[in-house]
Nanobody, 117 residues
């Protein structure tokens, strides 16, 4: 069974940075994404990356502050989050899929990110 394992969440102050990691065993998926869900809100897209072409996409709310990347040797995807704001507080989920388009079939357990003002 495929498992995505996230790490790197925590409690930081506004303006600080955090880096989330997402790893999975076996060969890399074709596409990875980061999503987040704040209390009382629906889950929302944050960023995505394709493994081969390294095409990246971002939600408008994080453009210029967050960077998604991948390490081919470690088969790990990262989400570097800079200039964090209290509204970035959420559980962040890693997702992956074998297809380059459409929904994601595989999800991690989530990691909490809390940004205090």
């Amino acid at each position: 069974q495929v498992q995505l394992v996230e790490s790197g969440g925590g409690l930081v102050q506004a303006g600080d940075s955090l880096r989330l990691s997402c790893s999975a065993s076996g060969r890399p998926f074709s596409r990875y994404g980061w999503f987040r869900q704040a209390p009382g809100k629906e889950r929302e897209f944050v960023a995505s990356i394709t493994w081969i072409s390294i095409s990246t996409y971002y939600a408008d709310s994080v453009k210029g502050r967050f960077t998604i990347s991948r390490d081919n040797a470690k088969i790990t995807v990262y989400l570097q989050m800079n200039s964090l704001k209290p509204e970035d507080t959420a559980v962040y989920y890693c997702a992956a899929d074998w297809h380059l388009y459409g929904s994601f079939d595989y999800w991690g357990q989530g990691t909490q990110v809390t940004v205090s003002s």
